[in-house]
């Protein structure tokens, strides 16, 4: 199956600074890619999506304001938690897709906001 | 997309058929079930999808009740290394979205 990463796969960070986390498509080109995030014992909740080139679009309740998504390329796309806070400690998780029928999932980010 | 309802864990022996249902009685026609899994902490790993037919492939097989309304995924034997949760999804063919519910956690034994 298509390769998907993520860097790094774990941050920690003061409360107040802003983190970057960057999805790859390693040996295919997503026209699409999802931001999931994960909580403790809880299951994956979508948190957006992003077409190459264009805005993304958020699932209600978050906030596009503090969790900024670039698709610049078919094979990048980068989510910046901006004035991180211990809540948005989380796993994140991106995903890419070629077509529509299959997501490829990257390993995850374990971000600890402290 | 359609609600699907999974046991929120089951275990099995190393070794035996690892029987997963998934129960999705609101499923639309143009609705296909996939599955995923997750080992812990890591990404969702796809499985298998089907529409109505029975499918294998070299993971595991997926069978479709002849109403659509439930499916079971079949691990025919199991190892330590498929201790997971498993999430059941419908969704339409080509639709953006995966909606992961709570899944089933499967733990295999030795």
């Known amino acids: 199956g298509a390769v998907v990463s993520q860097h790094p796969s774990w941050v920690i960070c003061k409360s107040g600074t802003s983190v970057k986390i960057e999805c790859r498509s390693l040996?295919?080109?997503?026209?699409?890619m999802f931001w999931y995030r994960q909580f403790p014992k809880q299951s994956l909740m979508l948190m957006a999506t992003?077409?190459?080139?264009?805005?993304?679009?958020?699932e209600q309740g978050v906030e596009k304001d503090k969790f900024l998504i670039n698709h610049a390329s078919l094979t990048l796309s980068t989510l910046t938690v901006t004035s991180a806070h211990p809540e948005d400690s989380s796993f994140y998780i991106c995903s890419g897709a070629v077509d529509l029928n299959e997501q490829f999932f990257g390993p995850g980010t374990r971000l600890t906001v402290l | 997309d359609a609600k699907t309802t999974q046991p929120p864990s089951m275990d099995c022996a190393e070794g035996r058929a690892a029987n997963l249902p998934c129960n999705h009685s609101t499923i639309s026609g143009n609705e296909y079930v996939y599955w995923y899994r997750q080992i812990h902490s890591q990404g969702p790993q796809y499985i298998i999808h089907?529409?109505?037919n029975n499918e294998t492939n070299e993971m595991a097989s997926l069978i479709i009740t002849e109403d659509r309304k439930s499916s079971t995924l079949i691990l025919p034997h199991a190892t330590l290394r498929d201790t997971a949760v498993y999430y059941c999804?419908?969704?339409?063919?080509?639709?953006?979205?995966?909606?992961f519910g709570q899944g089933t956690r499967l733990t295999i034994n030795p």
């Open positions: 089907g529409l109505k």
């Open positions: 992003s077409n190459e080139g264009s805005k993304a679009t958020y």
């Open positions: 999804i419908v969704r339409v063919q080509g639709a953006q979205k995966l909606v």
């Open positions: 040996d295919f080109q997503a026209t699409t």
